[in-house]
């Protein structure tokens, strides 16, 4: 096995799929007792699905991780009805589950401008309270990004990803020598002699500028978020859409495939990586190979020789770099057992996590 660490250019910090918030909903106005006037109610606390957000955004919006909605206005001589409090509206990734405190699912938000009541704003004082307001509701909630896989291959188109979830798993994707032969995610099971499984999705091809929605760009890239590990998949020989497009190297595809992740949304570059160079069965692919970790190693020897264009700001840092090959079934067993390494340091975190 080749181990490698694709320099990094900038650290990040770990992606989040899973968020612990406390949210109260406004308290109440206080009412008017000598001319029977009415506060207002506090404010509520939506998630509200967009676009383009995170669960990291999320977090670094509200580092102390607690959310409270508006209090009501009290009533007075001018206004005897008070005015509801301000609501708080906390823009969520879209395919979250809402779960309380108990673990148990009360809610979900999947498309964009979808909206979840999280907390209730309290009452605001009256008659049948002495005119006394009350506490917004209260609660502990999780926010849980839905994952599709636990890992995603991605890559450009013919990379070999159909052909790899084929080798490793018992799915049966469509294969053929065209581009987009995947268009939707296709989902196999690696099955493990201790009945352990790692569920994979093969990723639509990427394509240059899928990032500005080339391509149906962003429907794909969508998909990458919903997984927890990446596995980018290259062509050691290289790779050319077209006639019409430029023919790009293993490095090159391996940074365009970065600048893609990240421009499109930077912390995908958080997510555990892992790098598979496929068709080593081809001739020169040895020496191709070679050449491609000299660059992997020490990319600012070779990044000058570049066109800006294909260089991305940071570059992910692969966990493994494994040759393999579809073909002759070359690394596919090292590339499994990688898979179930990184679950058993999953599975051993979980024990030490607050639930």
């Not at 309380?100 to 809610?107: L, N, R, T, Y």
């Not at 987009?180 to 091809?205: C, H, N, R, W």
């Amino acid at each position: 096995m080749v181990r490698g660490s694709g320099a990094a250019l900038r650290r990040y910090g770990t992606f989040i799929d899973d968020l612990r918030l406390y949210v109260r909903g406004g308290t109440g106005g206080m009412g008017y007792p000598r001319l029977g006037g009415e506060g207002g109610r506090g404010g509520d606390v939506y998630f509200v699905a967009q676009e383009r957000t995170t669960l990291k955004s999320v977090k670094n919006r509200y580092p102390q991780k607690r959310i409270v909605a508006g209090t009501g206005a009290n009533s007075s001589v001018r206004a005897l009805k008070g005015e509801k409090g301000k609501d708080c509206e906390v823009h969520v990734p879209p395919g979250i589950s809402i779960l309380d405190d108990d673990g148990k699912q009360i809610g979900e938000v999947n498309a964009a401008g979808e909206r979840f009541l999280a907390a209730r704003g309290g009452l605001g004082g009256s008659l049948a309270t002495n005119f006394l307001p009350s506490k917004g509701q209260k609660r502990i909630l999780h926010l849980d990004l839905k994952l599709i896989a636990d890992v995603g291959l991605v890559g450009f188109p013919n990379a070999g990803k159909s052909s790899l979830l084929s080798k490793i798993s018992h799915a049966k994707p469509e294969i053929a020598n065209y581009a987009f032969t995947t268009i939707q995610p296709q989902l196999g099971k690696i099955m493990y002699a201790d009945y352990k499984q790692i569920l994979v999705a093969d990723l639509p091809g990427l394509i240059e500028g899928a990032h500005a929605n080339k391509g149906m760009g962003h429907k794909f890239l969508k998909h990458v978020e919903r997984t927890k590990h990446l596995l980018l998949v290259v062509d050691i020989s290289g790779f050319q859409l077209s006639t019409k497009t430029r023919f790009r190297t293993a490095f090159e595809t391996i940074l365009l495939l970065t600048k893609e992740l990240e421009q499109y949304k930077e912390e995908l570059l958080t997510k555990p990586a892992l790098l598979a160079i496929n068709k080593m069965d081809l001739p020169c692919a040895k020496d191709n190979l070679n050449e491609l970790m000299k660059q992997l190693q020490n990319p600012q020897d070779s990044l000058h020789l570049l066109q800006e264009e294909v260089i991305p700001e940071n570059t992910l840092k692969f966990r493994d770099i494994i040759p393999i090959s579809t073909y002759t079934g070359e690394g596919i067993e090292e590339l499994k057992a990688c898979f179930r390494t990184q679950k058993k340091k999953e599975e051993l975190l979980l024990l030490f996590q607050w639930k």
